[in-house]
């Protein structure tokens, strides 16, 4: 079982045993592993464990998430990785079995691709498509209900939006057994993707979601009694 250990100060505030398929890291007290620092976002990164790879993902925090001294979007661990959220170090630490079973695996080892560095390949890139990206108007995605609840259509204008019955929740569901976060829905540079938490059962086209699921235009979802659907338009600040 791969471990987490945070430090700040060089001293070991706390060791968190990898056993969980997903762990989310930041100041907001619902996370896995809670950093209560201002230089932290409320949700600033999530691991999520498929088989014996972990994958490190920034979920566009305000100051960065960073591997080794690199800052990243998406990251494969590999045992002893260093990785710094805001003034806090957490050393990713694999067992014996899965080092061994890393060593055997021929996996490309990172994604690793500053905002910078991928704006200008995605204008190099459009640049040889003939695409004018001046031109393209950002989308942003809506999310509509379809079931008999009236609350209509919300916009996911945040980073992070949380689904639950809490109230710090953006989109708020009712239900005895409703957790206080029962999903999370994060802005991506490359699209929204849909997360369940909680053990939340959360079903996309009514197929079980286990990890991290990206949403595409028109997909139904469904948690508890809610159903709603995705969709994405032009946003209303561009013109």
């Known amino acids: 079982m791969a471990r987490l250990i945070l ?32 230089a932290v976002s409320g949700f600033h990164a999530r691991i999520d464990r498929t088989g014996d790879t972990y994958i490190l993902t920034d979920l566009q925090s305000t100051n960065g998430t960073f591997v080794n001294d690199r800052k990243i979007i998406s990251y494969k661990l590999q045992h002893k990785d260093k990785i710094t959220i805001g003034k806090h170090m957490v050393f990713f630490a694999m067992s014996q079995e899965e080092q061994a079973k890393a060593k055997k695996t021929k996996v490309d080892r990172t994604m690793i691709l500053d905002t910078a560095k991928h704006k200008d390949l995605l204008a190099k890139e459009a640049e040889k498509k003939g695409i004018d990206i001046a031109a393209q108007k950002e989308k942003i995605g809506v999310i509509s209900f379809i079931d008999s609840s009236d609350h209509g259509e919300i916009k996911l204008s945040k980073k992070l939006t949380k689904i639950g019955k809490a109230e710090t929740s953006e989109i708020r569901l009712r239900g005895f057994l409703m957790p206080p976060t029962a999903a999370t829905i ?54």
Request: hydrophobic share 30%; aromatic share 12%; net charge positive.
């Open 186 to 239: 994060s802005r991506r540079p490359n699209g929204y993707a849909i997360t369940s938490t909680s053990g939340t059962k959360v079903k996309v086209n009514n197929q079980l979601i286990k990890e991290s699921h990206y949403l595409k235009d028109f997909d139904t979802i469904k948690i508890a009694s809610y159903k709603f659907q995705f969709y994405t338009r032009e946003s209303e600040n561009e013109k």
């Open 7 to 38: 430090v700040f100060n060089k001293k070991v505030i706390r060791d968190y045993p990898f056993i969980k398929e997903s762990m989310t890291v930041g100041r907001n007290e619902e996370n896995d592993m809670v950093i209560d620092n201002l």
